[in-house]
């Protein structure tokens, strides 16, 4: 059961209303036929995924202020760089999206994933994996089985994982400005807190000081509001599980593969209009790019588990409409975590002005709608003109910015030509 730190509220079911946001994923345990590339989940991601290409690759960990032991993958140099030193190159920090892990940038061929290309083009790639991932299930002092081992959510994320992990590349690097790159969820809570976006959203606006440590940020298909997501099966989640979900269950950790959530997703797949078969396009729109080897690459890695309360966290932002800290439930438990009887909000506006950012959405993403994003995008009206670059693709849906074929061509080039400008 969850410990005393995440109470269960009395309200029922309203309060969790679109745990569904990642519910859906968990349809790949149900409706998925067996993956033809095994899940490589014994094997470290640089000894699946980078070396048998021909790239070097170290195995790092950073341990956070709370005990997490992260696993970090970096790839120093390209497949035809002649072993030029890592430390006189510009550091890129990579980060996954939620129920995701670091194999996220390496899910297609050298010639079109982004964490091969970067190290082909002379960058010092480092590949973050957050907390409850496989490669990243230690802690100092619990076990993953423990109820407090999964006592967060992307507030964390963004407070500890984040911090940590660019501290320590920027250490690495020869204390180099970090390039940030970030898919989803995961960039955006960390830009506004100093969220493979959100976490980059929430870390910049509080700890502004570790600004000095980032060179620029690019946001793929960011996601910071999340009240105008379409996504059919994530709504469709929301309406079934509504007064009835894993969390109320007491289930802490949320895996998509495990046994829980099968039988609860195997109930969204019955429904009427929903074909679990074309899970991707329910989920995340309709990917114009995607082809079959880089879909069986990630049935072998993904979807990750993550915590149930980050799942209700998330919820909450659809509810509300807002970016905002994890909300008990009751003023009480809010004034003991905060000081105040409701949660603070994420000011996104309080985002440096003159941080460089780069962000590029897609007009078929039903995760990152295009209504939310031009509701970040007026947030982020103030910004200095020449420090914030915007792509859109109309054709683009979520998965195609990490894992289309033409990726290469009409995303990554531009978010290079971005860096360089950037590195003057």
């Not at 005393?4 to 345990?29: D, E, K, Q, T, Y």
């Not at 496989?134 to 994320?157: C, I, M, N, Q």
């Not at 078929?364 to 995008?377: A, E, K, N, P, Y």
Request: glycine share 8%.
């Amino acid at each position: 059961m969850l410990g005393a730190a995440m109470p269960r509220r009395s309200s029922g079911g309203g309060a969790v209303m679109n745990l569904a946001i990642l519910l859906c994923l968990g349809a790949a345990a149900a409706a998925r036929p067996a993956p033809i590339v095994p899940r490589a989940a014994e094997n470290g991601t640089c000894q699946s995924r980078v070396e048998p290409f021909g790239y070097k690759c170290e195995e790092h960990t950073v341990t956070t202020e709370d005990g997490y032991i992260l696993s970090l993958q970096r790839i120093p140099s390209g497949r035809s760089s002649g072993g030029a030193a890592a430390a006189a190159k510009i550091p890129v920090l990579l980060q996954h999206g939620l129920m995701m892990d670091g194999v996220t940038w390496l899910m297609n061929s050298p010639d079109e994933s982004l964490g091969y290309i970067l190290a082909d083009n002379g960058y010092d790639v480092w590949i973050a994996n957050s907390r409850g991932t496989v490669y990243s299930r230690g802690h100092t002092s619990l076990s993953s089985t423990d109820p407090a081992y999964w006592d967060w959510s992307w507030d964390e994320l963004a407070s500890k994982d984040l911090s940590a992990v660019v501290q320590y590349v920027y250490g690495q690097a020869g204390q180099q400005k970090v390039h940030y790159v970030g898919h989803s969820l995961m960039l955006m809570s960390w830009l506004a807190m100093m969220q493979g976006t959100l976490i980059a959203f929430a870390a910049l606006s509080e700890r502004q000081q570790q600004v000095g440590m980032l060179r620029s940020a690019g946001l793929l298909s960011p996601i910071a509001y999340l009240g105008k997501m379409s996504s059919p099966l994530a709504r469709a989640a929301a309406d079934i599980f509504l007064g009835e979900t894993l969390y109320w269950l007491g289930l802490d950790e949320f895996d998509p593969t495990g046994e829980a959530v099968h039988s609860l997703v195997t109930d969204i797949c019955e429904q009427p209009g929903i074909n679990c078969y074309d899970l991707m396009s329910l989920f995340t729109g309709d990917n114009c790019c995607l082809d079959n080897s880089s879909v069986q690459v990630f049935l072998a890695h993904e979807p990750q588990a993550s915590a149930t309360k980050n799942m209700v966290h998330l919820a909450q932002m659809i509810r509300g409409g807002t970016i905002a800290k994890y909300d008990y439930g009751n003023a009480a438990d809010n004034t003991k975590h905060y000081g105040q009887a409701t949660p603070p909000a994420y000011d996104v506006s309080a985002i440096p002005d003159d941080f460089p950012l780069f962000l590029s959405y897609g007009g078929r993403d039903s995760l990152s709608d295009v209504q939310d994003v031009r509701h970040l995008l007026q947030a982020l009206k103030s910004h200095h003109g020449d420090k914030l670059t915007v792509q859109y693709l109309d054709d683009y849906a979520h998965a195609d910015f990490v894992m289309a074929g033409n990726a290469r061509e009409r995303v990554y080039a531009p978010l290079m030509a971005f860096f360089k400008l950037q590195e003057k």
